[in-house]
Structures are given as structure tokens and as C-alpha cells.
Nanobody, 118 residues
Framework: QVQLQESGPDLVKPSQTLSLTCTVS??????????WSWIRQAPGKGLEWMGA???????YYSPSLKSHTSILRDTLKNQFFLQLSSVTPEETATYYC??????????WGQGTQVTVSS
């Protein structure tokens, strides 16, 4: 079973760039057919899929976030990353990384709480 662990700052100032890391163990991020996503949940709201990087390096983004979101990876370290630029206080949320295989969510990280505040 693949395991995922998010890491990054818990406080970011407005207009800065939020950078998060998802470290994957128990499997390779280049394993055929896997997708690796970032998802967030703001207080009192539902889950929001932000984007994904697939096993072949292709990336996909939510249309509403595409303009200020980048998802990258380091295959040697078996990690993938979220970069969210020009953050606003409304982007305070718990951020999750998750894997997807065959149309099904496969595994989730425990989530990391990020507050955007000056």
C-alpha cells in the first residue's frame, strides 16, 4: 500500500507562494497508470481537487486554479510538489496529497493545515 506524507509551512503571508511537498513511500510515482493529486479543504467547505501529476509527468489542473498553480515532481526523491502563488486568506485550508489508480482514490496523506495570514 502506497503511503503519502505532506510537509510544508503552516503559515504563509498573503501574496506569497505556498510550497508543499508530498513524499511517497511503498511505491514509485512513475508506476504506470498512477495519478498524484493535491486536494484541499477550507474550513466549513468541501474537498476541492486542485490538480494532479501523472506517472508520465503530465499535469492537469482545476480550471479555477490553473493560473496560479504548479505541480512538479522529483522522481529520484519520489516526491511531488504543489506551488500556489499569490495566495489569499481564503486559501487557508487543510491540504492533502492523494494517489489515484483506475479511477479510484488509492491512498491519502494525513493532510497539512496551512493558514494564510499576515
Amino acid at each position: 500500500q502506497v503511503q503519502l506524507q505532506e510537509s510544508g509551512p503552516d503559515l504563509v503571508k498573503p501574496s506569497q507562494t505556498l510550497s508543499l511537498t508530498c513524499t511517497v513511500s511503498g511505491g514509485s510515482i512513475t508506476t504506470n497508470s498512477y495519478g498524484w493529486s493535491w486536494i484541499r479543504q477550507a474550513p466549513g467547505k468541501g474537498l476541492e481537487w486542485m490538480g494532479a501529476i501523472h506517472f508520465d509527468g503530465s499535469t492537469y489542473y482545476s480550471p479555477s486554479l490553473k493560473s496560479h498553480t504548479s505541480i512538479l515532481r522529483d522522481t529520484l526523491k519520489n516526491q511531488f510538489f504543489l506551488q500556489l502563488s499569490s495566495v489569499t486568506p481564503e486559501e487557508t485550508a487543510t491540504y492533502y496529497c492523494a494517489s489515484r489508480l483506475g479511477g479510484q482514490w488509492n491512498s491519502w496523506g494525513q493532510g497539512t493545515q496551512v493558514t494564510v495570514s499576515s
